[in-house]
Structure formats: C-alpha cells, structure tokens
C-alpha cells in the first residue's frame, strides 16, 4: 500500500453552512468592518442571518434550507 | 494539593459503591468484599463506575493513585461496563443512511427534538435554578473534551489530524487561558461557585453520571471510537444555537461576565466545531473505516437521548 498524499483545502465551503477558513485572515463584514480570526478554523455566515456577523452561529439550521 | 486541584472520592450511594469506595480508601482493602457486591441500584452502579473511570482523569486526594491499574478494579469496571453498554445499544435504533454522511448527520440530530434547558434558562429559570445547573454541568464541563483525547493514537491520519485540529481549539490553541474547561473553571469562580472538578458529584443526579460515563466508555475502549466520534459530533451540533440561549438567560438574571463569555465564545466556536466534527472528523473516520458508521449514529444517539434524559430529569424537580 503507497503512502497517500491527501486533499487538504484552506478554504472549505460546507453545503448549506459556512465557509471554513484555515488559518489567520481578516474578514471584511458587509458594512466594511474588518474582522481578524482567532482560532485555528473559522467559520464564515453564508446565510446571511448570523446573530454573530462574520461569523456563523448555526443559525442557518433553523431557516429555511438554502442552496448554498 | 497535588499536580491537579482533586476532590475527595464521592459519597456511596448503596451497596456495591460502600465496599468499593472504603476498598480504595484503605491501605489494606479487601478486594473480594468489593468482587461479592452487586450494585443494588443504577444509581449505585452509575457512581461506582463514575468514580473507577475518574482514577484515570484527575484521581482523588483520598485514593492511592497506583490503584489506576488494580486489577480488581478493572474487574469490577468491566462489571459495570457491560450491562451499561448493552442499555445503551437497546435504547438505540440504527438508522437507515441513505443521503452523503455530512446530511444523514445533520438531519438525524435535527430530527431529535429533546427537552431543552437552554430554552428554560433563557426564558424561564431563576438565578438558583441556574447556578444549580452550573454545579451539576460542573461534571462535563470541567473535562470537557478529555475523553475525546482518548480518541487521538486509535485513529488513522485523516481522522487523527481532524480531531487534533478540534481539539487544538478546545484546549486554547497553546493558551491557557482559552482552554475551555479553564474558561468554566473562572466562570464558576466569579458566579461564587467551586471550580475544582468533582466538587458537586454528590448533587449530581444519576442522568450526569450516565451522560458522563458515556463519554469515558466510548474514550477508553479503543473497538468504541466510532461511537466517541459520534457522540462528539452530535455534542457539537447541539451546541452554538443553545449556547446562545445560555447568554441571554444568563444576561437576563445578571449573571458575572465571565460565565456569559463562556457561553459565548461556544456559539462561534461550536458553529465551526460541528462542521469540523461532522465533515471532517467523522467523514475521514468513515472514509478509512466505513464499517463504523453504524457506531458513529449509535454514539450520536445516546448523546441526544442521555441530553434529553438529563433535562427531563432537571424540569421535572424543578416543576417546570
């Protein structure tokens, strides 16, 4: 058995979720607020309905499922 | 004190945790006495086997901590284990998987809609209710991803260095002051409550110690990882959105800061655990060992299910 090389993405887009980042950024929120990271993976709202913007906080589970 | 702040061994709570408990305490137990005991209640069984796995945490100030390994100990651990997991695996149903892994997941947890104590707490409760529950959650939260570290040497590479990135973040990513039983511990501190692990077991009820024992099953038997990595991923899904709720209650009887940013900081950092735990840590488990998926939904359901029992068990004392 050969010793595999394995996919590993900095940027992870989760379907129907957040996008995971993978080291440290600065995100810029939509009204041109900038946002540093502060753990190892961070998890961007895509819903647009996180109570915690940037971020995710799991709200997406309880709307309406989106194609994301 | 010794290296970790420890407690005295609980209070026995019938037969077979009476013998077992003076055993340990002594200089000369007498093994046999503890081997002849049946529990005589689950209460009884659920501290005994609460208080074995604990030897290999933190110990107590009163237990020699060469006892870790005493082979009759073991022998009665496994007593105890056995009958434990085979409840669990009656009261478990194996779902039928058919969509990709990631959203049979999240689908199975959604779908089981328990009893919540972060809904009371936020809405409801009074600031004696909440800092009773604080105490009695002292038990998980205080060690809280320590029987996941079980986990790290008993898996492939792919799963093995997902979990590590989980939990790099559970234990402060190198700070101390981040790691998230610590961020309890000066929670507990500033609400006047004890932050030493195991200071509230004996108030604890016995839907604690079965959530808790769970957790340290799964850890400790290797043939069990699937079931461990399930039950963390379903603890993770379960946990920015109630987390939230914590906050506001907490907020709304003027609970200490300190408590409301634990919570807090769990709404952001569970929002990325669940999708780590799910698609990455379960997901590579399963890529490697496929036959385990069963384990991981079995895992998943008795967090659900211990959860759902343990806040039954919380609303119904306190009328609600």
């Not at chain 1, 010793?3 to 950024?25: T, Y």
């Not at chain 2, 069984?45 to 901590?65: C, N, S």
């Not at chain 2, 932050?195 to 290797?222: C, K, T, W």
């Not at chain 2, 991981?296 to 039954?312: I, K, N, P, Y």
Request: aromatic share 8%; proline share 6%; charged share 25%.
């Amino acid at each position: 058995m050969s010793v595999p090389e394995f996919d590993h993405a900095d940027v992870v887009l989760c379907p129907g979720g957040p996008m995971l980042l993978r080291g440290e950024h600065v995100v810029e929120d939509r009204d041109g607020v900038s946002h540093r990271t502060t753990r190892p993976v961070s998890a961007v709202c895509r819903c647009g309905k996180s109570g915690s913007q940037p971020w995710c906080d799991g709200t997406h589970k309880v709307i309406p499922r989106r194609d994301l | 004190m010794g290296y970790l702040p420890s407690v005295l061994i609980p209070k026995p709570r019938g037969a077979l945790s009476d013998v077992l408990f003076e055993a340990m305490r002594t200089s000369t137990p007498s093994w046999d006495d503890v081997l002849d005991t049946e529990p005589d209640h689950d209460d009884d069984a659920q501290i005994a086997l609460w208080a074995l796995y604990e030897l290999h945490y933190r110990g107590f100030e009163d237990v020699d901590d060469d006892l870790e390994w005493q082979p009759e100990l073991l022998q009665v651990r496994r007593a105890l284990e056995q009958p434990f997991e085979a409840r669990l695996r009656d009261r478990f149903d194996v779902p039928d998987v058919t969509s990709p892994f990631a959203d049979a997941f999240f689908d199975y947890v959604a779908g089981h809609d328990g009893r919540s104590l972060a809904a009371f707490v936020q809405r409801d409760a009074d600031a004696d209710q909440v800092r009773e529950l604080l105490s009695v959650r002292t038990i998980y939260h205080l060690k809280e991803s320590d029987p996941s570290a079980w986990l790290v040497p008993r898996l492939a590479v792919a799963p093995q260095a997902a979990l590590m990135e989980l939990q790099y973040d559970e234990y402060g990513a190198g700070d101390p002051n981040r790691l998230h039983a610590h961020l309890f511990a000066r929670g507990l501190e500033a609400c006047g409550l004890r932050s030493e692990y195991g200071a509230y077991i004996d108030d604890v009820p016995s839907e604690v110690l079965e959530q808790n024992n769970a957790m340290s099953l799964f850890g400790l038997h290797r043939r069990l990882r699937g079931a461990a990595l399930g039950h963390l991923a379903a603890f993770e899904a379960t946990s920015s959105l109630p987390s939230r709720r914590m906050t506001q209650g907490l907020d709304r009887l003027g609970f200490p800061a300190e408590m409301i940013g634990y919570y807090d900081e769990h709404v952001e950092a569970d929002a990325v655990h669940e999708q780590l735990a799910v698609r990455v840590v379960c997901g590579t488990l399963l890529d490697a060992e496929p036959t385990l998926v069963d384990d991981v939904f079995f895992g998943a359901f008795t967090c659900l299910d211990l959860e759902d029992r343990f806040a039954g068990a919380m609303l119904e004392a306190w009328a609600a």
